[in-house]
């Protein structure tokens, strides 16, 4: 691919995908700086993987694969550790909560709560929950995580059933775990 092409591709993919991988930046990393950061780098990894994108996803899902996949090694040895972080503001939050009134009462009144829950997931767990709330399909997810559809439907079934039994059954979390699906 000739230089003028590649730009002009790499400057299309970027503003048909900056706000998807911001999200991504914000969803993995709280301090704003590091996120700039990891924007950046998410930008390079683009740039340099564009001549071996060879077309057999969409191209939202090839970036959404790499700016995950740059997110867990920007955070090196602490991923364990890496927050997820959510506001009330993410549009699509219902779609972790589903339609139960009472859990979304609870996530009114406790975002912290139902963070600090999020945090105790698994990275993979984390990152598909960061995907569905980016409002993709179970495709799509699969495709970047690298799992089968069906396997991510099952996991990210459990993960909400896991979330919903711990915020409604034990609200209080100070001493509380979460076990993890392996």
């Known amino acids: ?3 003028n092409k590649k730009e002009e591709q790499f400057k299309q ?13 914000r969803y993995y990393n709280p301090n704003t700086e590091d996120q700039k950061d990891m924007y950046q780098e998410i930008l390079v990894n683009v740039w340099k993987s564009l001549d071996s994108f060879r077309g057999e996803s969409k191209i939202s899902t090839w970036v959404y694969r790499i700016a995950i996949n740059t997110s867990l090694n920007f955070t090196g040895k ?5 927050k997820l972080m959510v506001d009330k503001d993410v549009q699509n939050m219902n779609l972790l ?6 859990l979304k009462e609870q ?15 698994s990275v993979i767990e984390k990152a ?9 399909s179970m495709r799509e997810i699969a495709d970047i995580i690298g799992l089968t559809e069906n396997n991510v ?7 909400k059933e896991k979330l919903k039994e711990q915020l409604i059954a034990k609200p209080s979390i100070a001493n509380n775990t979460i076990s993890h699906d392996k």
């Open 1 to 3: 691919m000739n230089k």
């Open 13 to 25: 993919i970027i503003d048909e995908n900056s706000d998807r991988i911001m999200h991504i930046c």
């Open 78 to 82: 602490a991923f364990r550790q890496m």
């Open 97 to 102: 909560i589903d339609d139960d009134k009472q």
């Open 107 to 121: 996530f009114e009144t406790d975002l912290e709560n139902l963070q600090t829950r999020l945090n105790q997931l």
């Open 128 to 136: 598909m929950i960061s995907l569905m709330l980016e409002d993709l």
């Open 153 to 159: 439907r099952v996991k990210i079934h459990r993960i």
